[in-house]
């Protein structure tokens, strides 16, 4: 491996590591809203909704970055700014002496916008550099493997940061970290593009009118279809099995804790190549490993589902997204990158709200006089392993050349 290399792991390592630290706020934040504003469960979602809205924009971001340069640069001092304005936010949030609605809205969306924009043009970064080395899935894997070592530090430490230090601190700490992003950059090279060498916007919407694109949008879409997750999961584990809060956090914490293993594995099986086969299996793996969810009974069974369904959902979604990575035409990476990881978010949100709908649906038409009523749960369990096993079609239309 040679010092370039390592000098890039180590940015993608400690970019989104941080992006994932940063989540140390948001516990202090639900007890702002709670307990000091006061709100009610349905305020405190419009407050989120708010403040995550910057998120939805990520391809404009990627768009900036691929075609708007900040004199002959395109990726450091666009990432660097993002940075420094997602530190700045924190810094003031700390400052307020009182919290008020519209100004721990005003600081908390400026933060959102600053890691978006940062992450848009870090997954430039991970596509261009990646692709040219053909480090696609191991960057991958360091992407995924940091986000989840995040949240494993920010569930075990986060809760006792918010028993014990008071919350301009933990504000405070979460400026600071920005600030390592800003010092990475020095890392990475952006070299100046000559006058001759613009990027070519075109090569962009020559692309999304292939099959291609549209192929893995709907791959994306379907592969992320698991409607009997988020919300539809949080209620059968409080009202059908009656686990507890401290038992539903560990489950969060061993998912984690699988996945970040998941993302380890991943980076040994990638080494020597590319993982297109381990996209093709994929959709039959994840609909198999979807169907252990009909084994959710209790606390044993559970804890080995959400292990068992970690590290295989976080192995073959890095499967996926190296082809993601690979696919994302030459000039336009910011752009088509985060184009893709926006329809992953739209899927995601997607599954939770139509899982929910569904359940409410389905459940009074499966309550009948019986001694063994079907379980709405299992019908959801069912219906995204379908979604999922549809993937094998759809991704007929997506292969690289080296497939």
């Given at each position: 491996m040679t010092q370039s290399v390592r000098r890039?792991?180590?940015?993608?390592?400690?970019?989104?590591?941080?992006?994932?630290?940063?989540?140390?706020?948001?516990?202090?934040?639900?007890?702002?809203?709670k307990d000091h504003l006061?709100?009610?469960?349905?305020?405190?979602?419009?407050?989120?909704?708010?403040?995550t809205l910057p998120l939805l924009f990520k391809p404009v971001y990627g768009y900036i970055s691929d075609f708007l340069p900040i004199g002959p640069y395109r990726r450091k001092p666009h990432y660097a700014l993002a940075s420094l304005l997602a530190a700045v936010a924190f810094f003031?949030?700390?400052?307020?002496?009182?919290?008020?609605?519209?100004?721990?809205?005003f600081c908390l969306f400026l933060s959102i916008f600053g890691m978006a924009f940062a992450d848009a043009v870090c997954g430039g970064l991970l596509i261009e550099d990646g692709k040219a080395r053909q480090e696609t899935g191991r960057y991958q894997a360091l992407h995924v493997g940091a986000l989840y070592l995040g949240v494993i530090v920010v569930g075990v430490g986060g809760g006792w940061m918010t028993s014990h230090v008071p919350f301009a601190r933990i504000f405070t700490l979460a400026?600071?970290?920005?600030?390592?992003?800003?010092?990475?950059?020095?890392?990475?090279?952006?070299?100046?593009?000559?006058?001759?060498?613009?990027?070519n916007a075109g090569a962009l919407w020559q692309f999304m009118r292939t099959k291609r694109f549209w192929g893995l949008g709907a791959t994306i879409i379907l592969w992320h279809f698991y409607p009997f997750l988020g919300t539809v999961q949080f209620y059968y584990q409080t009202n059908v099995l009656h686990l507890s809060p401290q038992w539903i956090g560990s489950l969060m914490t061993l998912g984690s804790v699988a996945g970040?293993?998941?993302?380890?594995?991943?980076?040994?099986?990638?080494?020597?190549?590319?993982?297109?086969?381990?996209?093709?299996?994929g959709p039959v793996a994840m609909a198999l490993v979807s169907l252990t969810y009909l084994g959710y009974r209790g606390p044993i069974s559970v804890t080995i589902v959400e292990i068992v369904f970690g590290f295989f959902t976080v192995f073959f979604r890095l499967a996926l997204l190296d082809l993601i990575a690979r696919v994302c035409p030459q000039d336009v990476e910011a752009t088509s990158y985060a184009l893709f990881?926006?329809?992953?978010?739209?899927?995601?949100?997607?599954?939770?709200?139509?899982?929910?709908?569904?359940?409410?649906?389905?459940?009074?038409?499966?309550?009948?006089?019986?001694?063994?009523?079907?379980?709405?749960?299992?019908?959801?369990?069912?219906?995204g392993s379908v979604c999922t096993l549809a993937c094998r079609w759809t991704l007929r239309f997506c292969r690289t050349a080296s497939t």
């Open positions: 890039y792991y180590t940015f993608f390592w400690v970019n989104y590591f941080v992006q994932s630290l940063v989540g140390i706020v948001y516990e202090p934040v639900n007890y702002i809203l006061r709100l009610t469960p349905g305020g405190a979602s419009g407050f989120y909704g708010w403040i003031l949030l700390a400052a307020q002496s009182s919290y008020r609605y519209y100004g721990l809205l400026g600071f970290l920005p600030l390592a992003m800003i010092a990475a950059v020095s890392l990475i090279s952006d070299r100046p593009r000559a006058t001759a060498d613009r990027p970040f293993v998941g993302s380890a594995v991943f980076w040994k099986f990638c080494r020597h190549g590319n993982a297109d086969r381990w996209v093709r299996w990881l926006a329809l992953i978010d739209l899927a995601m949100f997607g599954s939770n709200t139509v899982g929910g709908k569904l359940y409410d649906w389905v459940q009074p038409l499966t309550a009948v006089q019986s001694a063994s009523p079907i379980n709405p749960y299992v019908i959801l369990i069912l219906i």
